[in-house]
């Protein structure tokens, strides 16, 4: 065997990790099905308040204390209950307000705004859209089941291809495991899966969500090569140690979270979802 390979047992080390995350996105979604509206809203906005909570401890842009926590929580979760509870607008404000107060509470206002104030707001917008995006009467339970679905399979997809194919690096600068092959080979799986649902939802036009089911995959991929160069950044290899042994929820839930925040403006922009185009 070449000692510049790694063993075959090496090479799938992380493959609990990414059956966890799989589980765990696809018992979200199983939950929206049982439970339906209401449940997803709660669900959404304490795994927001999780993130937010994990994202402030790793920016650095303040003391670690119960109080500074404490907002970063809640500007990270309750945005997305607004939505719920009132509108998207109320949900967007609460967003965008709440992450302006947390700044000026902060201790350095200066590391909060440039380092903080992006990964919070992204957390908060993300979870307001998926829950807008699940209050849609007609298609509302299909994309908030497609979505996670999709991202889903960009991730297991990818994580197979480039464990199995190799090849030339994605991006070695910023996350140096991920392979051109894996990002392929996670967009031809995202699309066989997204494609799939839509056939049994027998909703959407084909080819359209084909094309926004690999589109999202690409912007999952995004964000999962993101959130790897703000933990290189800030030097750290998790985001926290909630799930022992592999990471935090945002960990787990980048890629969903560019995701929600592509597919939701969309379909603002649109004025309807994609299985209705």
């Not at 997803?40 to 402030?56: K, Q, S």
């Not at 500007?75 to 109320?90: E, G, Q, V």
């Amino acid at each position: 065997m070449d000692p510049t390979q790694p063993s075959p047992k090496s090479r799938w080390a992380d493959l609990y990790s990414r059956v966890v995350s799989a589980v765990v996105l696809a018992g979200v979604g199983f939950t929206m099905i049982v439970m339906g509206v209401g449940t997803t809203e709660i669900l959404v906005g304490i795994g927001c308040g999780i993130m937010g909570w994990e994202w402030r401890r790793i920016s650095g842009s303040g003391r670690r204390n119960i109080f500074a926590d404490a907002t970063a929580v809640a500007c990270a979760a309750l945005p997305a209950l607004f939505t719920y509870l009132f509108s998207l607008s109320a949900g967007i404000g609460l967003a965008l307000g709440g992450t302006v107060i947390v700044g000026l509470l902060a201790d350095s206002k200066t590391l909060f705004y440039k380092r903080t104030l992006p990964g919070l707001l992204a957390i908060a917008i993300a979870g307001v859209f998926f829950v807008w995006l699940r209050q849609d009467f007609e298609h509302g339970l299909k994309i908030a089941l497609w979505l996670p679905l999709t991202v889903i399979a960009a991730d297991v997809g990818a994580y197979f291809a480039g464990k199995s194919l190799g090849g030339p690096k994605l991006a070695p600068k910023l996350s140096p495991n991920k392979t051109i092959s894996g990002a392929v080979g996670g967009q031809i799986a995202a699309v066989i899966v997204g494609v799939s649902i839509a056939l049994i939802a027998d909703a959407g036009s084909l080819p359209v969500i084909a094309a926004m089911a690999w589109i999202t995959a690409i912007v999952s991929q995004g964000g999962d090569l993101t959130e790897s160069w703000a933990k290189r950044l800030y030097g750290v290899k998790d985001t926290s140690s909630l799930i022992p042994g592999h990471g935090g929820l945002l960990d787990r839930f980048d890629g969903l979270i560019a995701a929600s925040l592509f597919m939701g403006l969309v379909t603002f922009i649109a004025g309807s979802t994609i299985f209705a185009w």
